[in-house]
């Protein structure tokens, strides 16, 4: 998930919690005060008839034509004390004029007259429904904050993109950029002094990597080109060596794994030479290649190769595959597939070979999968005593250097290499 998405979502979950506790907080505090003056009116209504009661002052009607009414009666002393004095309740009342039930806020006061008796007087006067009024605030509040939320995101969102725009265009560039490549240098104006210094740290880290990756093709292209002619001339020495009719059978045998070694050791230094020169982009003479054709022609020698384990090669062409590149890293880009599906097949195998327009899938028969996050790693080689575990990673660097796109899967007892333009 990306920043920007991440800091939305938490600045929008804080405020909706924000604003709904700010909303009962509202709620309550509006309710409260539209009953606190309510319950003032009625204390002062029912002061105002209990000072006339006590005056012999002759009383209003129950019912004045507002809608306020008073209730007046005499209880006994057991009622009064079983009875809290003064009580505050909301519900219906009965309205004659209008003949219904309305809701009203009544206010009981039981007092002890000037000549000893007790009295219970209770008054009301009608009050909002607050269930009505509920739903009303209710509604409104959530078309406030709903505005309040959408302006706090489409705000947040703008800004926190505006700001964080050197992030992403630095990420944008290291994305791009690709180590042994001409790569534009970092173009990210800032005045944010964390992404000033993330920027000096990134150009800083490429710069490093440069260098060592430099330092690393270079030991390898050295080491591989110094280490031809000792090579060969070690075999050569052998070689001069088998030559002797004194030599016993025990020592023939010894020279001849010598021999193997060393001609193991030579292909691996001829594959590191080659891979170190792809990696150094030392072939240039582009063209367009049939990949169909090339492939056609490889592998008729692989056939006659490996004709010992019988394996049947199948190939369908729907349309030429043709990339633009070096004609000799083509056939050695096809080679090794090849003989990689050859290498890892079984005995009297199959291999599988279909090619369209931009797409080639080379199949075979196995009995494991290779390890797919290895597979195009240097020395890998799943075990096999004829394979400099050098093929697949010269294929992988080919593919980098040609801007195609290659990979590996195992289903069905088959090994896949599919290489596609990208």
Known sequence: MKLLHVIGIRLLFFTT???????VLFYRSIM??????VDDAL????????IKESRGEELPSVSNGSNNQFFLRKVTEEYADSHPKTQFEDRDVYVKETNEYVPARIYTYIYKGSDGSWNEIEVSTPHVDKEELREEIFSWLMFLLTAILLVIVVVNVWAIKNSMRPLQNLLKWLDAYRLGKDNQPLDNPTNISEFIKLNEAAVQSMARNEKLFEQQKQFIGNAAHELQTPIAVCINRLEMMLDDDTLSEHQI??????LQTLGNLSRLNRSLLLLSKIENG????????????Q????????EDIYSHRQISVEMQVKAPFIVKMDESLSSVLLSNLIKNAYIHNLDGGKISISMNHNELRISNTGSYPLDEKKVFNRFYNSGKKTSTGLGLSIAKAICTQYNLHIRYRFGEGRHLFIVSSR
Do not use: P, R
């Open 17 to 23: 919690l924000v604003l709904a506790f700010w909303s």
């Open 32 to 37: 409260q005060e539209i009953s606190d003056e």
């Open 43 to 50: 204390e002062d209504y029912a002061e105002s008839i209990i």
């Open 253 to 258: 045998e010894e020279l001849g794994k010598t």
């Open 282 to 293: 030392q072939f240039n003479d582009n063209k367009l290649i049939d990949l169909s054709a």
């Open 295 to 302: 492939l056609a022609s490889l592998l008729a020698d692989y």
